[in-house]
């Protein structure tokens, strides 16, 4: 049971710094409580928690359960609400915007390099070396510090990136082509926005407090990321630098209590207001882009990948980071091909499949981890197309060819009667030389949900001559 500061505290602030895990904070009103979901109960110390024994009250308490259910409470939100349509919203798709999302997929598994003071970052050549994007971490969330991190001081925060955070990233970035200027202008964002979002709005299995302590970690997440840009001239507009800066500003957190008979505060609920950094100066720009000075590119973000992510995210890592690539990859429903190498290292990282082309059962490992994915996304309605020349059914995943027979039992009879009399069974397993294959072979495009991303950009690009030019001009840069 997480402690609490009851209203008979003086606000001395004594406590404050004593506690290990920061769950003691001040409020708007410059009043001490404890965040729940920080809040540990000291348990692993048999001795009495630091926050009591420095108070000179001895104040911090067990918290006691509130009875009953909150109640609904009304919040003003000078907010957008996304997927108006029920299906998709648009999305700002710069490189910025597409790499960090990757970063926040992969953790750990990213390619990051150490600089020449011992600094982590990571440095993405655009167009053969003619632009570049670096990223580094902020050591702090204050959204004013922009000192990054070292190697040694990163790496637990890489260690412990979560998936999910690359969905609030994308939420981030769907909310910032609401602002005409996103890089001087506030969105905010509730948690019962983002747990509509992401469907935490159905997880019984969480409490209040632990929704909270997730969405707050989640939110803080993309907000450590910082990027500087050198940009190349293309067309009209003159190459620039973007400087050194956040690719999300933690402005403020406004949190909301509700206090019960006894005078005790319960968080019920944060709002988050978020400005994005100077990158969208320069690629999420309308009026810029009338000028000749910026870009304005974006795609577009379905409702359904969301909550696939939150889905599936634990047990198929893999299939996550592939789906969350593909969004920008094949954004504007284009038909792309992708190599099967470059599936595996956005899935898994490159260091792993170099070592699984080394070993025979890490080889093994890897592609029956692969197939696997494949198999989530396609059930989970992103389609692989194969290509029938470097990608052929004999080397295509078993459920892919399973899906060749038919559903009609008299149909399927014939299907396997065929099959008996030919030279080869799909059921046969794969040739030998398989990986060195699958090295070669391609994936034509992804087919998404009739409602994804296709119908959305069709609908747009008919009817806007404009847009097609901006189209043109995304698809080439990306
Ligand atoms: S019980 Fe421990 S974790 Fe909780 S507020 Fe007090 S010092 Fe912090
Ligand atoms: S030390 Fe005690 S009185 Fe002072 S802020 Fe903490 S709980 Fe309140």
Redesign the pocket.
Known sequence: M??TIPPSCSHCGI?LP???????QIDNNNEHW?EPG??????D?NSQ????SSCPDSL?LPLPTKKGRYKAEPRVLNTHHLFANGHNNPIASSMVIWEACNILAKGSDFPWQIDSSGKLYFKRQVKQGKGKIEFRLADDIDANVKQTLSYQDANPIIEAMDIRAACVHLIFAALATSLEKPWEQEFAIDNKQIETYLGLDKRKDLSKAAKLTLIKSLIQQPCQLIADVDWFQQGKIQSFSVPKDRIWHLVAIDNHFQEDAQGYKHLVGMTFRIRAGMWARYFLNKQGYKKYVAYYQYGTLPKFLLTTVMTIWHQHEGAVRMMLWLLFKTKMGKQQRVTVPRLMYVAYGEAKVREASLHREKRKRLLRRFESDLEVLNHYQVKPVFDPVTYPTAIQPLWARLAAIPDDAEEAMEFWIKDGCNETSITDSAPPGKWNLLMKARILHFELPSNGINNYLVGKIKNNARLVAKVKLTLYLV
């Open positions: 997480p402690y406590c004593e506690c290990p895990t920061k769950a003691i404890v920080l809040c540990n109960n000291c348990e110390d928690a630091p926050c009591v911090p």
